[in-house]
């Protein structure tokens, strides 16, 4: 490497240095304070306590069961999300039909519209004597649902709701990738007398691969750090039903000044998340393709 070359990385050094803190130094320091005991009690003077927090955090029943939670919390929302935005996007993608840039202009406003704001609208419209969702299902003679007040309709509630923020966006992008596809393909496949399924499964779906698994996985790890949908509408409950590693670690520092046990949570959920998006990476290949 010549002196010219050296001098280059020089100029960029700063700025390399920059970035590197500002990613770095948060997740840095939360794992430094997992190793200690640093809470409300322990505010101005605390010290390192080793793996003891981490040993207090898996040994715990509430451990097994939040991330129990996580698991169906991510996965639930996730697999309906990009059903539906793919089912979304295929229509959209047909010549033939009117009104649909306006369609999708509409479709995109849950997205666009600010999330805390429209999960405060959505905590109203589950609400039990006023929503607009036991209305609608009054309607049609059924009694009405206490949603968030027991598990079960509170996962539905929750899921509905997620799905209802975040779909449109897998929509915009499987939407994009589909016409990215080139149509002479779909045109010698007419030529040879290809069906409509046939096109899907043998063009369609194998040139949207990449596109498909880039966004289940960057969707994985998105809804498993997706704080405010569950924080807004059920706070985790009732109980801990519905509580997910990231509101917990939240609630144990914020609710109950419990820094160190938080931060054991924290980067807990960050290992398990690395490895779990390391396997899918590894098993898509989307790495290789990109490189």
């Avoid at 609608?136 to 997620?162: Q, V």
């Avoid at 499987?174 to 496949?189: D, H, K, R």
């Avoid at 498993?224 to 997910?244: A, D, K, Q, R, V």
Wanted: charged letters at 10%; zero cysteines; proline letters at 4%.
């Amino acid at each position: 490497m010549n002196e010219h070359k050296l001098s280059n990385y020089f100029y960029i050094l700063p700025i390399v240095a920059l970035i590197l803190f500002l990613f770095m130094y948060p997740v840095a320091y939360a794992i430094y304070i997992s190793f200690t005991n640093f809470s409300l009690y322990h505010f101005f003077k605390y010290s390192l306590v080793g793996f003891q927090n981490y040993v207090l955090v898996l040994t715990s029943h509430t451990f097994l069961h939040i991330l129990g939670n996580t698991a169906l919390w991510t996965v639930g929302s996730l697999v309906p999300m990009m059903a539906l935005g793919y089912l979304m996007a295929l229509v959209l993608n047909q010549k033939d039909i009117r009104g649909k840039r306006l369609f999708f202009t509409l479709m995109l406003f849950p997205w666009a519209f600010p999330a805390y704001i429209s999960l405060l609208v959505w905590l109203g419209m589950w609400n039990y004597e006023y929503g607009v969702v036991n209305k609608i299902i009054g309607l049609i003679h059924l009694a009405p649902i206490n949603w968030l007040t027991y598990p079960d309709t509170a996962w539905i509630a929750l899921i509905l709701t997620n799905v209802w923020l975040s779909f449109p966006y897998y929509t915009a992008i499987f939407l994009s990738s589909l016409q990215s596809i080139p149509t002479e393909l779909y045109e010698a496949a007419e030529v040879d007398g290809a069906s409509m399924w046939q096109k899907f499964g043998r063009i369609t779906l194998p040139m949207m691969k990449t596109s498909i698994s880039f966004v289940g996985i960057s969707g994985f790890i998105f809804t498993w750090n997706n704080f405010y949908p569950i924080y807004l509408l059920t706070g985790g409950g009732p109980g801990e039903s519905t509580n997910i590693l990231i509101v917990y670690a939240y609630q144990e520092a914020f609710a109950y000044n419990l820094y160190d046990i938080a931060a054991a949570y924290s980067t807990i959920s960050t290992i398990i998340l690395a490895i779990m998006a390391i396997i899918m990476l590894k098993i898509t290949h989307v790495l290789e393709v990109v490189s």
